[in-house]
C-alpha cells in the first residue's frame, strides 16, 4: 500500500491561471479530506468528500474553489483564477471512515503563486 | 468555539532533556484530541491519540480536562525526535472527522 499519494508535490503557477491538486488515497479508503497551511499557521480544513459527494465543504473558500471525488480516479482540489493568497501546502488525508478511524495524509502539494 | 493552542512556535533542547510540548484546546464536551509529527521531508503521521493512552517512540500524552491541556511529554530528548509536532482536535460538529489543528511546534533536539 503506497500511501496517499498527492501529486504534483510542487506546483507554480502565474496569477489568474488554475491550478488542479490530486490526491490518491489508500486502497480501501473512500473518505478524503483537504487541509491548507499558510505560511505560519497550522493546517486547516478544507472539504470533506466521500465517493462522488461532497459531505462538508465549511472550510472552502466561496469562490474559484472546487473538489471533486468521482467514483473513479483521484480527489482534484481545483483552484480557478489563482491569487498570490492562494500560495500555501495543501494536504489530502483519507480514511476507512469518519470516526474513530485514523486519517492518513499525504506529502502535500506545495503550491506557489507568482 | 473549537480551538486548539500550541503557545510554542519552537522548542529546542539537549539530547537527553526532557521535553513537554504544550497544548490547550477550547471545547464544549468530552473532546478527542491527537498528536501528529512531521519528520523532515515526511508526510504528517499519527503519533497517538489520547483515547488509546498509548506510548509511542517514548512519548505520553495525557488528557486534563480541568486545564484543558494536552501536553505531549517525553522524559529524554532523542535527536531523531527533532521534528514539528501538531496538536488535533476532533471536530465535534457533524461528525464528519475532520480535525482542527494547532499551530505546530518545532522541537530540535540538540546533540
Known amino acids: 500500500n503506497a500511501g496517499v499519494m498527492q501529486n504534483p508535490r510542487h506546483l507554480v503557477r502565474r496569477r489568474g491561471q488554475e491550478a488542479r491538486l490530486r490526491c490518491s488515497p489508500m486502497k480501501g479508503h473512500s473518505h478524503v479530506y483537504w487541509y491548507r497551511q499558510l505560511p505560519e499557521e497550522g493546517l486547516k480544513f478544507m472539504v470533506y468528500l466521500q465517493k462522488e459527494n461532497i459531505i462538508d465543504e465549511s472550510g472552502m473558500p466561496k469562490e474559484r474553489f472546487s473538489a471533486e471525488f468521482p467514483k473513479e480516479g483521484p480527489s482534484i482540489l481545483r483552484i480557478q483564477q489563482v491569487v498570490r493568497g492562494d500560495s500555501a501546502a495543501y494536504f489530502c488525508?483519507?480514511?476507512?471512515?469518519?470516526?474513530?478511524?485514523?486519517?492518513?495524509f499525504g506529502q502535500g502539494t506545495r503550491l506557489t503563486v507568482v | 468555539a473549537q480551538r486548539v493552542t500550541q503557545p510554542e512556535k519552537l522548542l529546542s533542547v539537549f539530547k537527553g532533556a526532557p521535553v513537554e510540548l504544550k497544548c490547550n484546546y477550547s471545547y464544549s464536551g468530552s473532546p478527542e484530541l491527537f498528536w501528529y509529527v512531521q519528520y523532515s521531508r515526511q508526510r504528517l503521521q499519527l503519533l497517538l491519540r489520547h483515547i488509546s493512552r498509548e506510548s509511542i517512540k517514548g512519548f505520553t500524552a495525557d488528557l486534563n480536562k480541568g486545564e484543558t491541556s494536552f501536553h505531549l511529554k517525553k522524559p529524554f530528548a532523542q535527536e531523531e525526535d527533532s521534528a514539528m509536532y501538531y496538536c488535533a482536535l476532533l471536530d465535534g460538529s457533524g461528525n464528519t472527522g475532520k480535525l482542527i489543528f494547532g499551530q505546530g511546534t518545532t522541537l530540535q533536539v540538540k546533540p
Open positions: 488525508a483519507s480514511s476507512r471512515g469518519q470516526l474513530n478511524t485514523e486519517a492518513f
